[in-house]
């Protein structure tokens, strides 16, 4: 390269270096004359021209910002835009001057420097925003905003499952919010590339700019929009950075209430380019180690990014440039809103209930600016707002919706990716809507099969809201304002091995097994069904006492009767170490309820039985669930089983809930208040009691889930007297997570305890 460069500069080169490029080669060259900056690209007409409008704009811009930008240097001939040849091979070479300076990524930025960019940015803008280019206003590609879809085709170089679904629900929220307000933003050529590595402090201690390779007809916000990532990625706090960015730039040149709007998508769209472009560089040339210099930062941003509400953001974004946050109803204005419709029956959780906007993985954004911790939400199984559940959803939607009685693939598809998962005898599927429309629907087909009415159920079970499900629920026909319990209904004890009749016992799962089988003989109706949940959700997240299910089971049989799973909460590896509660415990039932997570939140019930079950049910009158396995149902219960496989999410819950785990049982070594620490997976239950007894402590569980919810922590409380603080996130829950939970409440604790 040298020899191309004395070839065509013609002048005594003292010194040369080869400078970082992304995508062409920059040398620093030093003569006599002074320093350069020699850059040369790959032939093409499109970078040709390209090359040929960054030099006519430099040159436009040379009056007002001469040295704090780069100024072309014309050639021997007077070209300041060169075709070049050498080896054989076609380049296109420029000449710029050569500015002094340290750039913001060898300094600590102060306030002031980030000020001074603004205020440079808004002049510079002020002065692109007076040209025009039919070739900037032609060019598309993956560096600008506004084509934020063009970084698609480099998701699949993202190594990470976990990785790839945050840019893509990033990239959904741009569709959704930015897209469409797109045609109704000022545009404008902007610089579009104010990075910490292209933005330095000449030696005069003033804010310069190199590189203009990245110029972009676009909307003008997109300026700001990158300077603030760049500004921002490697701090502790990412907004304040960002903050006198924007103040000073709106101060030289004003923005638009609907530009701030969109500030915080379009940040987060730049960390997207950035990650991706820099996944591909990596795949394509893994030894351009400059073109990932950022990578690492981009990320932990991003993720911070999720923690912080876009209104929170955007209200910090109107009050920085002397705008009031936009008004919001209150919290009294929305409940009132809410009981002019709709029965104060239908209740709202914690004292000071919250009015949510918006959610996205393990956080949920409310209408005051909070951004808070899920820990509680077990429906979003992989996480609020999955990109890939909405997709599908979106999708299969615009295409084709209608009932069973029309054959489409998709039905069969998902029955066979579901059925897949469990043991071969369970091996038909029935889908509903809902876990309490498949509870129903299993005790009409138990009792079909057996031609038998009584049902056995488990002290404090609870298995959903239709008739037949609260009559098998004794968390609600128990409940002082419930209907009592039926005729046919069989209630045996829980089997807590913590607390319970036989608690103490040396296998009270056995115990509690050997009285449940007493009372089914005494029973005046003959057992159709025993049905329970692994862990026994409503009774205080109470694990079945081991042993127990192999024995109920078997005596169940023995009777004739059917063995159901409710596994609507503790299913598709939620516990960790297996994909269904029921394998936890060695057996395998003859029906299991699924529901909550298998469709994300999406309205989704099924149920799963033998071949023998469902050959009997076909005798009776016809089934039929008008939206039960819908073509959009399947496709979203499909992605969601996809998830599970491609993030490890079963996995997940198994380090994570391990982790977590030990966290509680640390605390409870230190406080006496916590005489239970049970569970398994992200499926956890935290029993509060009086210090040195057993006695249930319901106003502690119910402080300490409230100043949580101070806190910004979801997390909620259960249990016959409410005592049993309750945590089933989604299960893409973090180790972070989870210490942020447990110090929180820690602190909650020991505040008390003083």
């Given at each position: 390269m040298l020899g191309l460069i004395k070839t065509y500069l013609n002048v005594e080169v003292l010194n040369f270096k080869k400078l970082n490029g992304y995508d062409n080669a920059n040398y620093l060259i030093e003569t006599k004359e002074g320093k350069f900056i020699f850059k040369t690209y790959p032939y093409s007409e499109k970078t040709f021209d390209l090359l040929q409008t960054e030099t006519d704009i430099l040159h436009s811009l040379h009056h007002k910002f001469n040295g704090r930008i780069p100024n072309p240097v014309p050639f021997e001939d007077g070209l300041y835009v060169k075709l070049m040849e050498w080896d054989g091979q076609k380049f296109i070479g420029r000449l710029l001057t050569f500015l002094e300076g340290e750039f913001f990524g060898k300094l600590n930025p102060e306030a002031a420097d980030y000020q001074g960019l603004g205020r440079f940015l808004a002049e510079l803008d002020l002065e692109l925003g007076k040209k025009s280019s039919y070739v900037l206003e032609s060019r598309k590609w993956e560096w600008d905003l506004q084509y934020l879809e063009l970084i698609g085709k480099y998701i699949g170089d993202i190594p990470s499952a976990k990785n790839r679904s945050t840019v893509k629900y990033f990239l959904q929220q741009y569709e959704e919010i930015v897209r469409p307000a797109l045609p109704h933003l000022r545009k404008s050529i902007i610089y579009n590339d104010a990075n910490e590595w292209n933005v330095m402090l000449n030696l005069d201690n003033q804010v310069s700019l190199?590189?203009?390779?990245?110029?972009?007809?676009?909307?003008?916000?997109?300026?700001?929009?990158?300077?603030m990532t760049y500004a921002a990625y490697d701090k502790e706090d990412y907004l304040q950075p960002c903050l006198e960015l924007l103040q000073a730039y709106h101060g030289i040149l004003p923005l638009e209430e609907k530009e701030l709007a969109l500030l915080y998508y379009l940040i987060a769209g730049r960390l997207c380019i950035s990650v991706c472009n820099a996944a591909h560089a990596r795949k394509a040339d893994p030894g351009n180690t400059y073109a990932s210099i950022s990578e690492d930062n981009a990320w932990k941003m991003l993720y911070a990014w999720l923690k912080i509400n876009p209104i929170a953001a955007e209200h910090a974004f109107r009050l920085a440039v002397g705008l009031s946050p936009r008004p919001i109803k209150t919290l009294d204005e929305s409940l009132s809103y809410r009981h002019q419709y709709l029965s104060k029956i239908l209740s709202v959780s914690y004292?000071?209930?919250?009015?949510?906007?918006?959610?996205?993985?393990?956080?949920?954004?409310?209408?005051?600016?909070?951004?808070?911790?899920?820990?509680?939400?077990?429906?979003?199984?992989?996480?609020?707002?999955?990109p890939k559940v909405v997709d599908a959803g979106q999708r299969q939607m615009a295409k084709l919706n209608t009932n069973t009685r029309y054959l489409y693939d998709l039905l069969p598809q998902y029955a066979e990716k579901l059925l897949a998962k469990f043991p071969p005898s369970l091996n038909r599927v029935f889908f509903v809507n809902s876990g309490s429309a498949a509870s129903d629907l299993a005790i009409r087909m138990a009792k079909w099969y057996t031609q038998r009415e009584g049902v056995a159920v488990i002290e404090h079970g609870y298995h959903g809201n239709t008739q037949i499900s609260i009559d098998i629920s004794d968390y609600k026909f128990s409940n002082p304002k419930g209907q009592g319990q039926k005729d046919y209904i069989l209630k045996v004890p829980i089997p807590d091995a913590y607390r319970g009749k036989y608690a103490g016992a040396e296998y009270p799962g056995s115990a509690y097994a050997k009285e449940a089988a007493k009372l089914m003989d005494g029973f005046t109706w003959p057992i159709a069904?025993?049905?329970?949940?692994?862990?026994?959700?409503?009774?205080?997240?109470?694990?079945?006492?081991?042993?127990?299910?192999?024995?109920?089971?078997?005596?169940?049989?023995?009777?004739?009767?059917?063995?159901?799973?409710?596994?609507?909460?503790?299913?598709?590896?939620?516990?960790?170490?297996?994909?269904?509660?029921?394998?936890?415990?060695?057996?395998?039932?003859?029906?299991?309820?699924?529901?909550?997570?298998?469709?994300n939140g999406h309205p989704m019930g099924a149920v799963v039985c033998t071949q023998e079950i469902a050959a009997s049910f076909e005798k009776g009158v016809e089934f039929f669930s008008s939206f039960g396995g819908n073509p959009v149902s399947c496709a979203i219960g499909l992605a969601v089983l996809e998830i599970i496989e491609e993030e490890g999410l079963q996995e997940n819950a198994k380090i994570v809930g391990n982790y977590y785990k030990s966290l509680f049982e640390e605390l409870q070594q230190q406080h006496k208040c916590i005489g239970n620490v049970r569970g398994s997976g992200l499926f956890l239950g935290v029993d509060l009691v009086k210090p040195g007894t057993k006695e249930e402590d319901e106003q502690l569980a119910k402080?300490?889930?409230?100043?949580?919810?101070?806190?910004?922590?979801?997390?909620?409380?259960?249990?016959?007297?409410d005592s049993v603080l309750k945590t089933k996130p989604p299960l893409i829950f973090t180790k972070e997570n989870a210490l942020q939970v447990v110090e929180e409440m820690e602190r909650i604790l020991y505040d008390l305890e003083r």
């Open positions: 190199i590189d203009f390779g990245d110029l972009a007809y676009t909307p003008l916000i997109n300026e700001l929009a990158v300077a004292s000071k209930p919250i009015h949510m906007e918006r959610a996205a993985f393990q956080y949920m954004y409310d209408a005051q600016g909070n951004a808070f911790l899920d820990a509680y939400n077990n429906i979003p199984h992989v996480g609020h707002s999955h069904a025993f049905i329970a949940e692994p862990i026994v959700g409503c009774g205080g997240q109470v694990p079945l006492a081991q042993g127990y299910l192999q024995e109920v089971y078997s005596a169940v049989r023995e009777r004739a009767g059917l063995c159901i799973s409710d596994e609507v909460q503790t299913g598709f590896g939620r516990v960790g170490d297996y994909f269904w509660g029921f394998e936890q415990h060695g057996v395998v039932p003859d029906m299991v309820i699924l529901g909550k997570p298998m469709g402080w300490i889930k409230n100043q949580l919810r101070g806190k910004y922590i979801l997390i909620s409380t259960d249990g016959p007297k």
